[in-house]
């Protein structure tokens, strides 16, 4: 006979993903009043070097999540895992940018920005396709909705999807936010800000939560939660298979 454990407290798949977003968008906008705010931070760092920073911190946690799947950091329980990860992220972050504001000043930061995005969409958009055929921690997929439409199906829903709320986010982001909420200068007409600095924040933000801390304190999602079953002792299968065969 095997036991079922009871399962924890799961919400759907759609609660655990608003959840995810209500406290990423207090995180960030709370961050940046406090660090980069240009009218409210008491300190100096926009756009530099907190644009900069972002950069390498951005880099920083792609590259361990994403393609090394935070070895060594998956050893640590949560929230300590997270902890650790967010705190090795500010030091290589300001490190890097302070060891190398020369060599960075000569790059083209747009360039750089979409190949982070680049990066960010193939991991979670496209489960890491085609990377993920390759074998150890170098293939790692991190699905998303949806899950059961066929492999063409899934990756063309998701790719309409982001590129769409990418869209609209730009918009929102430009002719609102940036002038309204966030008090950035305005770069062109009526367009404010730049997305390279308070973007690059956000997803920063989702990516120590989400990937980093692994949502911490929220419910998991109920199809991730369902009640396993525990494995029957050794000698009560042993005797189970004696009476089959009996």
Same mark, same amino acid.
């Given at each position: 006979?095997?036991?079922?454990?009871?399962? !924890?407290?799961?919400?759907?798949?759609?609660?655990?993903?608003?959840?995810?977003?209500?406290?990423?968008?207090?995180?960030?906008?709370?961050?940046?009043?406090?660090?980069?705010?240009?009218?409210?931070?008491?300190?100096?760092?926009?756009?530099?070097?907190?644009?900069?920073?972002?950069?390498?911190? *951005?880099?920083?946690?792609?590259?361990?999540?994403?393609?090394?799947?935070?070895?060594?950091?998956?050893?640590?329980?949560?929230?300590?895992?997270?902890?650790?990860?967010?705190?090795?992220?500010?030091?290589?972050?300001?490190?890097?940018?302070?060891?190398?504001?020369?060599?960075?000043?000569?790059?083209?930061?747009?360039?750089?920005?979409?190949? %982070?995005?680049?990066? %960010?969409?193939?991991?979670?958009?496209?489960?890491?396709?085609?990377?993920?055929?390759?074998?150890? !921690?170098? !293939?790692?997929?991190?699905?998303?909705?949806?899950?059961? *439409?066929?492999?063409?199906?899934?990756?063309?829903?998701?790719?309409?999807?982001?590129?769409?709320?990418?869209?609209?986010?730009?918009?929102?982001?430009?002719?609102?936010?940036?002038?309204?909420?966030?008090?950035?200068?305005?770069?062109?007409?009526?367009?404010?800000?730049?997305?390279?600095?308070?973007?690059?924040?956000?997803?920063?933000?989702?990516?120590?939560?989400?990937?980093?801390?692994?949502?911490?304190?929220?419910?998991?999602?109920?199809?991730?939660?369902?009640?396993?079953?525990?494995?029957?002792?050794?000698?009560?299968?042993?005797?189970?298979?004696?009476?089959?065969?009996?």
């Amino acid at each position: 006979m095997s036991e079922t454990l009871p399962s !924890r407290r799961a919400v759907s798949w759609l609660m655990h993903g608003i959840g995810n977003l209500i406290v990423v968008l207090v995180v960030t906008f709370g961050g940046w009043y406090l660090i980069a705010d240009p009218r409210v931070s008491p300190f100096e760092l926009y756009p530099l070097p907190f644009d900069a920073a972002l950069f390498w911190a *951005l880099l920083f946690v792609v590259w361990s999540g994403f393609n090394l799947e935070f070895f060594g950091f998956d050893r640590l329980r949560q929230p300590l895992r997270g902890a650790v990860i967010t705190a090795s992220t500010a030091v290589f972050a300001v490190g890097v940018t302070y060891a190398f504001p020369v060599g960075y000043g000569h790059l083209n930061a747009d360039f750089m920005a979409w190949i %982070i995005v680049a990066v %960010i969409v193939t991991g979670l958009t496209m489960e890491n396709w085609p990377w993920r055929q390759a074998t150890g !921690r170098g !293939r790692t997929a991190l699905g998303n909705k949806p899950t059961n *439409l066929g492999l063409a199906a899934n990756l063309t829903v998701r790719a309409v999807v982001t590129l769409t709320l990418g869209i609209l986010a730009f918009i929102a982001y430009y002719r609102f936010a940036a002038g309204t909420l966030l008090h950035e200068p305005v770069v062109a007409g009526n367009l404010y800000g730049n997305a390279l600095g308070f973007m690059d924040w956000f997803a920063l933000v989702t990516l120590l939560y989400v990937v980093g801390f692994g949502s911490y304190g929220l419910p998991k999602p109920a199809d991730k939660t369902a009640a396993e079953p525990k494995a029957a002792p050794r000698h009560a299968a042993a005797e189970s298979t004696r009476q089959q065969g009996s």
